[in-house]
């Protein structure tokens, strides 16, 4: 759309018009008295009347489809936490390890771990073989020397500290060095144990480093239930099996440390961590589509109410909820649903106390219940799970997968969209098109008056000035 300028040649009189584009149409000279912008403006906002009209559906459409891509996007999220819900690896069996002082002995399990409780005592850590050398940097040259075989170079003027990361920072080494207040160098086995050494030689003699005092490595020792042994290493793994100790303190005056292992069973925090994630991400879906349905639709604003009383989204929230509580299939009664293991809506009736959200079909999990039902029937949490789930997704995954119902509708009304918009652009271009039409047919009409009322004040003035008028 463009702006136009016409301009008659008389008058001193300007009106200015607001053209479809927004810029300024101007017709000067207005010999006829009328109220030209006025005129044509009223006269447009006839012809605007079907744009505005296809504008305000287009941005209705657009509005829901922001709606469906935003319920899209939380059913899929939905649909994965089902899944998981499901997943038999969520109920692998694990085995529960305790240390009633982790402050001297901690221990994890894998599967295999034989139950029960274990006295555990240590009366000495492992650590590594030591040496201290004193330190003294060369005033020239270069002093060449190897730890554990590995080569290094001590050039002149380096300082303690730097020699010192230069021996840390060698992934080949076998060796780790500290630097001392003192100024010695005191270097480490990286491994632990009696069998671990540090052999210090200076190759080239520069006589950088002066041996002080050396330390040799030593084994840890403990016993579990009065069976002695040792290890190299503080970790610990062929003490009890399947298990690891991991030693950091001695119990010569504590005492044995008891170390507890369980029985395996599937971990029930898991399990309710992942039935709970489900349940939060459920109430967050159905909260926004029924907010979506109850939004009266607005007449002054065509992007609200858009999915108001929606009936796809209707009977999607009807499945949802049902699928929620009925029974799996070939499951015996008391381990069939999610009721059973303690999802529910809560109480709306009876002794109950009612609430808010138990009326608008929130979940609630009983942490407790599915902890009873995992102790006391584990493989029935677990298929019922399996049979609610594979149920459940499919219903989400309709809806929501790229060729679901909600991504039809989508797509149906992204193009609707594409078609409105050429439409509107044809339309506009019309009217453009006629608004200077009619700023040219009034220009022209007031340069004719202008012109008529210039001749006739001219003949008027010609016949008074005749003689005997």
Do not use: C
């Not at 017709?27 to 009223?42: C, H, K, P, R, V």
């Amino acid at each position: 759309m463009s702006t136009s300028s016409v301009s008659s040649s008389s008058a001193s009189t300007t009106t200015n018009l607001t053209s479809l584009a927004g810029g300024g149409l101007q017709i000067t000279g207005l010999a006829s008295g009328l109220d030209t912008n006025q005129i044509i403006t009223e006269e447009m906002s006839i012809y605007q009347q079907p744009v505005t009209h296809l504008q305000n559906q287009q941005s209705g459409l657009t509005a829901m489809n922001k709606q469906l891509t935003s319920i899209q996007s939380e059913l899929q999220t939905l649909s994965a936490d089902a899944l998981a819900v499901g997943d038999p690896t969520l109920f692998e069996t694990q085995q529960s390890v305790s240390s009633s002082d982790p402050t001297r002995v901690t221990a994890t399990s894998a599967t295999g771990a034989g139950v029960g409780g274990y006295q555990v005592s240590v009366s000495q850590l492992a650590n590594s073989a030591q040496a201290t050398y004193g330190f003294t940097s060369p005033t020239s040259g270069s002093d060449n020397i190897t730890i554990n075989g590995s080569p290094y170079t001590i050039t002149a003027g380096e300082s303690i500290q730097d020699f010192v990361d230069s021996v840390n920072s060698d992934q080949s080494g076998t060796a780790f060095a500290a630097a001392t207040n003192s100024g010695t160098v005191v270097f480490s086995s990286r491994q632990t144990g009696a069998s671990s050494a540090v052999a210090v030689n200076d190759v080239s003699g520069g006589g950088a480093l002066a041996f002080q005092s050396q330390k040799a490595g030593q084994d840890a020792l403990y016993s579990v239930d009065g069976t002695s042994g040792s290890s190299a290493s503080n970790s610990v793994t062929n003490a009890i099996g399947g298990v690891t100790l991991t030693l950091t303190g001695v119990t010569t005056t504590s005492g044995p440390i008891t170390v507890n292992v369980g029985a395996p069973a599937p971990n029930a925090a898991n399990i309710s961590n992942a039935v709970n994630t489900f349940v939060t991400q459920y109430n967050k879906v159905i909260t926004d589509i029924q907010t979506q349905l109850a939004q009266q639709p607005s007449s002054t604003d065509p992007t609200q109410g858009t999915l108001f009383g929606d009936p796809e989204l209707q009977d999607l929230l009807s499945s949802m909820r049902s699928q929620m509580f009925s029974g799996g299939s070939g499951l015996p009664a008391g381990a069939a649903s999610m009721e059973d293991i303690g999802v529910s809506t809560g109480a709306t009736t009876g002794s109950g106390a009612v609430s808010q959200s138990a009326l608008a079909g929130d979940l609630t999990l009983d942490s407790t219940a599915l902890t009873n039902m995992l102790q006391s029937n584990a493989g029935g949490v677990k298929s019922i799970l399996a049979s609610w789930s594979s149920s459940f997704v499919n219903i989400a995954d309709d809806a929501s997968d790229s060729g679901g119902t909600i991504a039809s509708r989508i797509s149906g009304d992204n193009t609707q969209i594409s078609s409105l918009g050429n439409q509107i652009s044809s339309m506009q271009s019309a009217l453009t098109d006629k608004q200077n039409f009619l700023v040219q047919e009034f220009a022209q009409l007031e340069a004719a008056l202008s012109s008529n009322q210039s001749l006739s004040s001219s003949l008027t003035s010609q016949i008074a000035s005749l003689p005997g008028v």
